[in-house]
T-cell receptor
Framework: GENVEQHPSTLSVQEGDSAVIKCTYS??????FPWYKQELGKGPQLIID?????GEKKDQRIAVTLNKTAKHFSLHITETQPEDSAVYFC??????FGTGTSLTVIP | DTAVSQTPKYLVTQMGNDKSIKCEQN?????MYWYKQDSKKFLKIMFS???????INETVPNRFSPKSPDKAHLNLHINSLELGDSAVYFC???????????????FGEGSWLTVV
């Protein structure tokens, strides 16, 4: 398998603030890094992904950065809204998931 | 239309019983998965099939046996259920892994298994 560490495990932010979640991985050959959002009672859904040939990708309020040398990648959510509250998972090599971050956005 | 559907959604059963969870996808994908999510929300891959062939088999007790009658279905059979098997089981599908980059995994809604 692949060892994927994710931090923090829980995160609370005020509405409008930014949230950052970080993942580290062990296999330097990994080249695909998706992020999934899991709402209560649902299965995870892809929100953004990045491939190893780019260092950053942005989609409206969500961005992902990748540092292949340091073997870590991060999810950035700006201008957070209450509906961003969910559990977020990073993944490596398509199917190895991180340990999850429970994000709460306080109105 | 539900892309990845799994049944039952909820299952309560006694220790020692044998149970099955069914999964079907209508996305035309060749690859299907079973994941287990425990009470701490850890999401761990159990099995993956590509075009009915087993390609991933993580460290899972042999009481768990996946069966893929065709590439649109991947069912999970669990024998001699134990208390520790209580979890949410997610079926998922995707285009095949490998190649230069990976592909999005589409998850079902989950099956809540409680062993009493």
């Amino acid at each position: 398998g692949e060892n994927v560490e994710q931090h923090p495990s829980t995160l609370s932010v005020q509405e409008g603030d930014s949230a950052v979640i970080k993942c580290t991985y062990s296999d330097s050959a990994s080249n695909y890094f998706p992020w999934y959002k899991q709402e209560l009672g649902k299965g995870p859904q892809l929100i953004i992904d990045i491939r190893s040939n780019v260092g950053e990708k942005k989609d409206q309020r969500i961005a992902v950065t990748l540092n292949k040398t340091a073997k870590h990648f991060s999810l950035h959510i700006t201008e957070t809204q209450p509906e961003d509250s969910a559990v977020y998972f990073c993944a490596v090599k398509q199917f190895y998931f991180g340990t999850g971050t429970s994000l709460t956005v306080i109105p | 239309d539900t892309a990845v559907s799994q049944t039952p959604k909820y299952l309560v059963t006694q220790m020692g019983n044998d149970k099955s969870i069914k999964c079907e996808q209508n996305l035309g994908h060749d690859t299907m998965y079973w994941y287990k999510q425990d009470s701490k929300k850890f999401l761990k891959i159990m099995f993956s099939y590509n075009n009915k062939e087993l390609i991933i088999n993580e460290t899972v007790p042999n009481r768990f046996s996946p069966k893929s009658p065709d590439k649109a279905h991947l069912n999970l059979h669990i024998n001699s259920l134990e208390l520790g098997d209580s979890a949410v089981y997610f079926c998922a599908s995707s285009l095949p892994p490998g190649g230069l980059y990976g592909n999005t995994i589409y998850f079902g809604e989950g099956s809540w298994l409680t062993v009493v």
